[in-house]
């Protein structure tokens, strides 16, 4: 299984502190990563660390808003001061609001494709500047990166630029073998999608959209994000994997 392996390997994960993050970085420090968990509120962030740390695995929180890229800056300086290597970036960090089109404003817009595309390719940047022998950047995308979803649409930008940041990233970095790849979740349940689980037509709509007749677990995820930053997806780069049970694939 050492193909599979992150250890030796330092991973950041922005908006570890809950949800999809949280997850994430669990499943990256169970394979071997010192990982960093990032997010803008810090207890969240110390908490997850300190039960990775309490289970034997290796974790440090560091606090960074990704809406700014000075923020992004400052806090890839304070990275420093934990690690002297970075491998991984799962740009995870997002926010989405859903709001009717007719009624989006510019700050709303603003904020959305700030956190969601501003914020995960000014990461991307930073860390490609100190990722030495190569690396691996983790975007995560989402439905919205292939399909129209109705009063989503700044967030159905965000995710679709999000896509092809990453594509084009890929082609960029390939040569300095740092390698871009995405996973794009369909329906999990977290605070963010939380209102939309507490609408019974809404999950019975959903479900029966959904091939597997069933909503994603959260360590559904984990598996995907583990591989496709680790040796095993050496020659895989610009790819995003959507992890959906099936739903992309009949519609
Ligand atoms: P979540 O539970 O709301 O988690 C979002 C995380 O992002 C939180 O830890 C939040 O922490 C952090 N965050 C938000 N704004 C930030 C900022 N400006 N700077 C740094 N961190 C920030 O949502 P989730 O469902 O786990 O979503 C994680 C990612 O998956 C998002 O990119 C989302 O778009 C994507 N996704 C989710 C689903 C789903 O079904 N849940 C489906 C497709 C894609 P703080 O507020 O403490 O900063």
Redesign the pocket.
């Given at each position: 299984m050492e193909m599979f392996s992150l250890r030796g390997r330092c991973a950041m994960i922005?908006?570890?502190?809950?949800?999809?993050?949280?997850a994430i970085a669990g499943a990256m420090a169970r394979a071997g990563a010192h990982v960093i968990l990032?997010?803008?509120?810090s207890a969240?962030?110390n908490d997850a660390a300190e039960i990775l740390n309490q289970s034997g695995y290796t974790a440090s929180a560091l606090v960074?808003?990704?809406?700014s890229p000075a923020a992004i800056e400052a806090g890839f300086v304070r990275l420093s001061g934990l690690t002297d290597r970075l491998d991984i970036l799962v740009?995870?960090?997002?926010?989405?609001e859903i709001c009717p089109s007719v009624d989006v404003d510019e700050a709303r817009w603003d904020r959305i494709l700030?956190?969601?595309l501003k914020?995960a390719f000014f990461c991307a940047r930073q860390a490609a500047r100190i990722m030495g022998q190569g690396g691996s950047i983790l975007n995560?995308?989402?439905?919205?990166s292939e399909v129209g979803i109705p009063t989503a649409v700044p967030?159905g930008a965000a995710?679709t630029g999000l896509a092809g940041v990453t594509r084009a990233l890929a082609a960029e970095w390939a040569p300095r073998g740092i390698r871009v790849n995405g996973i794009?979740?369909?329906?999990?349940?977290?605070?963010?999608?939380e209102g939309f689980y507490a609408d019974e037509d809404w999950c019975q709509t959903m479900l029966g959209k959904i091939p597997m007749r069933r909503f994603?677990e959260l360590a559904e995820l984990e598996g995907a994000a583990v591989f496709l930053c680790s040796p095993a997806a050496s020659y895989i780069t610009g790819q995003i994997l959507y992890i959906d049970g099936g739903f992309l694939a009949s519609i």
């Open positions: 922005t908006g570890a502190g809950r949800g999809i993050g949280r990032s997010g803008r509120t969240p962030l960074m808003d990704v809406a740009n995870n960090a997002g926010i989405e700030g956190t969601n914020g995560i995308c989402s439905l919205t967030y995710k794009g979740p369909g329906y999990f349940r977290t605070a963010m999608t994603g």
